[in-house]
C-alpha cells in the first residue's frame, strides 16, 4: 500500500481484496498496526466492525494476528461474530488453523462480548437463524463459503422458519 509516497506491507481479509478493484485506486482501510518483539505488522480491515473484531478476537490466548486474519478471510465478520455468539463449534472448525479446543475457547472467552448487542436486535435473530442454517449444513459436510452464499441467496422479506431455510438452501446447493 502507498500512502503519501511511502509503502506499507499490509495484510487484508480476502472479502476486503476484492473490493479494492483496479491498481491506484483510493480505497480507505482500518489499520491495526500488531507490535512484537521481533516484529512490527500491518493488518488492513474494510470495516470498523471488522478491525474490532479482529482486535477481540487476538485478545484470546493462543489466538495470534495471522490465524485471526484467516478466520476473517474464511468467513465474514458478522459470520464469524454469529459463530461465536451462538456457540456453533462446527462453524468455527472449518476454518483452517482452527480446532476444536480453540473454537471451545473462543466461544468460552467471547460469547459475551461478541453476540450480546447483535442477537438482541431484530437483525441480529435474523443473522442469528441464518447462522444456524449454515451450522446445520456445515454439519452435513458443505463448506462454510458455499453454505453463506445459498443463505444469501433467499428471498429477502419473506418470513420463512428454520427448516424451511435449510429446505431452500438445500434445493439451492443441488442446482
Known amino acids: 500500500?502507498?500512502?503519501?509516497?511511502?509503502?506499507?506491507?499490509?495484510?487484508?481479509p480476502t472479502g476486503v481484496l476484492s473490493e479494492f478493484g483496479a491498481v491506484g485506486r483510493e480505497v480507505k482501510l482500518y489499520t491495526h498496526l500488531h507490535v512484537r518483539e521481533d516484529d512490527l505488522s500491518l493488518f488492513g480491515f474494510g470495516s470498523l466492525d471488522e478491525l474490532r473484531l479482529f482486535e477481540t478476537l487476538i485478545s484470546v490466548s493462543g489466538l495470534g494476528p495471522k490465524t485471526a486474519m484467516a478466520m476473517l478471510s474464511a468467513m465474514s465478520a458478522d459470520q464469524v461474530a454469529m459463530a461465536i455468539a451462538s456457540g456453533s463449534v462446527e462453524m468455527l472448525t472449518t476454518i483452517p488453523g482452527i480446532g476444536k479446543k480453540t473454537a471451545d475457547r473462543l466461544i468460552l472467552e467471547l460469547k459475551d462480548k461478541v453476540g450480546g448487542v447483535m442477537i438482541s436486535?431484530?437483525?441480529?435473530r435474523a443473522a442469528q437463524e441464518n447462522a444456524d442454517v449454515v451450522s446445520?449444513?456445515?454439519?452435513?459436510?458443505?463448506?462454510v463459503q458455499e453454505t453463506s452464499r445459498a443463505v444469501n441467496a433467499l428471498p429477502a422479506g419473506k418470513k420463512l422458519t428454520l427448516e424451511e431455510k435449510i429446505k431452500l438452501t438445500l434445493q439451492y446447493l443441488g442446482k
Not at 500500500?1 to 487484508?12: A, D, R, T, Y
Not at 436486535?121 to 441480529?124: D, Q
Not at 449444513?137 to 463448506?143: E, T
Open 1 to 12: 500500500m502507498n500512502v503519501n509516497g511511502v509503502g506499507f506491507k499490509l495484510s487484508v
Open 136 to 143: 446445520a449444513l456445515v454439519s452435513l459436510g458443505y463448506s
Open 121 to 124: 436486535s431484530p437483525a441480529g
